[in-house]
Nanobody
Framework: QVHLVESGGGLVQSGGSLRLACTASGINFRLFAMNWYRQATGKERELVASITGSGSTNYVDFVKGRFTISRDNVRWRVFLQMNNLKPEDTATYYC?????????WGQGTQVTVSS
C-alpha cells in the first residue's frame, strides 16, 4: 500500500521560504517519478513540480526560479524548496505518485503566505 506523508508547511511572510518534505512507503521509490501539487481554496488542484527517479526535474512557469524539487532515494523522500513566496502561493501542497496508473496523494500540508 502506497503511503505518502507531507510535512513542512506553515505561515510565512511574503518573500520568505519554506521547505516541504514528503516521505514515501509502499513503493520502490527510486523507480517512480514524484510530483508536488497544490490546491488553493476554491480552485482545482494544479501541478507545481515533478522529478523523475533519476532526478530530472520539471516546473510549471509560475514557480520557475523560485521553487526547487529534489529527492533522496536512500531515505525515500522528496522535497520542495520554496523561496520568494508570494501570497498567491497560499494553498495545501500535496505529494503525488502515479502508481499502477492511479494518483496517490498524501494528506497535504498547508502553506500560508501573508502579504
Amino acid at each position: 500500500q502506497v503511503h505518502l506523508v507531507e510535512s513542512g508547511g506553515g505561515l510565512v511572510q511574503s518573500g520568505g521560504s519554506l521547505r516541504l518534505a514528503c516521505t514515501a512507503s509502499g513503493i520502490n521509490f527510486r523507480l517512480f517519478a514524484m510530483n508536488w501539487y497544490r490546491q488553493a481554496t476554491g480552485k482545482e488542484r494544479e501541478l507545481v513540480a515533478s522529478i523523475t527517479g533519476s532526478g530530472s526535474t520539471n516546473y510549471v512557469d509560475f514557480v520557475k526560479g523560485r521553487f526547487t524539487i529534489s529527492r533522496d532515494n536512500v531515505r525515500w523522500r522528496v522535497f520542495l524548496q520554496m523561496n520568494n513566496l508570494k501570497p498567491e502561493d497560499t494553498a495545501t501542497y500535496y505529494c503525488d505518485v502515479r502508481y499502477r496508473g492511479l494518483p496517490c496523494w498524501g494528506q497535504g500540508t498547508q502553506v500560508t503566505v501573508s502579504s
